[in-house]
């Protein structure tokens, strides 16, 4: 990865690898980078809106949905956010199913 980052989320979306999120030694970022096996490369996606670490991750069709997750002042999260390859991130009308963090997420 380009920068430096732990507590994040992870998920892969058509044929990439989103690391999502995190903490970067300092704070928690809003920053995404993304990992292309075919190229054996990094590089720099769209940024969420909020800065979180220990949040959820999880893909369903054509979209990643970040679920929770902890801010830098330790208030938890239960906010939503949805990336879409087309249009990139929104915010969409509806919370997570509660204030959560160190949880993980799963489509069945």
Not at 25 to 41: C, H, K, Q, T, Y
């Amino acid at each position: 990865m380009k920068a430096r980052r732990g507590c994040h989320a992870v998920a892969v979306l058509g044929e990439v690898l989103y690391a999502i999120g995190g903490y970067d030694g300092d704070s928690m970022v809003s920053s995404v980078e993304i990992f292309d096996p075919r190229l054996n490369a990094w590089r720099m996606g769209d940024p969420m809106s909020n800065p979180r670490g220990y949040a959820s991750a999880v893909t369903f069709d054509d979209s990643l949905f970040v679920l929770g997750g902890l801010r830098s002042n330790e208030q938890i999260l239960d906010t939503v956010e949805v990336y879409n390859v087309n249009s990139g991130w929104s915010v969409p009308g509806f919370n997570s199913i509660g204030k959560r963090s160190f949880a993980s997420a799963i489509v069945m």
